[in-house]
């Protein structure tokens, strides 16, 4: 077995992204840090996620501390700054998305208890306060990530990571049953 190179890499991941056209989507809400905003938008790029929405904060893609840990691929993703959460949510829903926040949250469902095979947009929260009480009153679904170990929450990038990563898994189990039909 050997690493693969540039073109194997491309192979891989053109017959993956062959076996799904589902829709997803990222939402921030307060997300301040400027490294966590990167390196969300990192992994949305590699997850083929078809707009980012970023609310309530002052940080976006346009700053260069973002740009670090992002590197370059910002490019790949669309994303709209908001002023509000609400606002967020209503171009979300109008583009015909349901919205999933990723939360810890008393009526919270394990994530990969909700299905993501709809066009989803994932929603994740301020680094230190989570997604915000109207917020999560307004989402179609309250997920958590569950956890084994000792510790009760993860970074919200890395929150947003697994998230994206469960959609995807989702979308591609689901591709993979219907064509065996």
């Known amino acids: 077995m050997k690493q693969l190179d540039g073109?194997?890499?491309?192979?891989l991941h053109r017959e993956t992204r062959r076996k799904t056209d589902a829709r997803l989507a990222m939402m921030v809400e307060g997300v301040q840090g400027p490294f966590s905003l990167g390196s969300i938008i990192?992994?949305?790029?590699?997850y083929?996620?078809?707009?980012?929405?970023?609310?309530?904060?002052?940080t976006t893609?346009?700053?260069?501390?973002?740009?670090?840990?992002?590197?370059?691929?910002?490019?790949?993703v669309e994303w709209t700054a908001c002023e509000t959460t609400a606002e967020a949510i209503?171009?979300?829903?109008?583009?015909?998305f349901q919205l999933?926040?990723?939360?810890?949250a008393d009526q919270a469902k394990p994530i990969d208890h909700i299905d993501m095979?709809?066009?989803t947009c994932l929603v994740v929260g301020h680094e230190d306060r989570?997604?915000?009480?109207?917020?999560?009153?307004?989402?179609?679904?309250?997920?958590?990530?569950?956890?084994?170990?000792?510790?009760?929450?993860?970074n919200v990038a890395t929150a947003a990571s697994i998230a994206m990563y469960e959609a995807r898994r989702q979308h591609l189990s689901s591709g993979d049953s219907q064509q065996e039909q």
């Open 48 to 58: 083929r996620v078809e707009h980012l929405w970023i609310a309530n904060t002052e």
């Open 130 to 154: 989570g997604v915000v009480p109207t917020t999560l009153s307004a989402v179609d679904h309250v997920a958590y990530l569950p956890q084994l170990g000792k510790i009760g929450s993860l």
């Open 100 to 104: 999933v926040a990723i939360e810890l």
């Open 117 to 119: 095979t709809p066009p």
């Open 7 to 11: 073109t194997g890499m491309k192979r």
């Open 42 to 46: 990192r992994t949305a790029a590699a």
């Open 90 to 96: 209503g171009l979300a829903r109008a583009a015909g």
């Open 61 to 76: 893609p346009a700053n260069s501390k973002v740009g670090k840990t992002a590197l370059g691929t910002d490019r790949y």
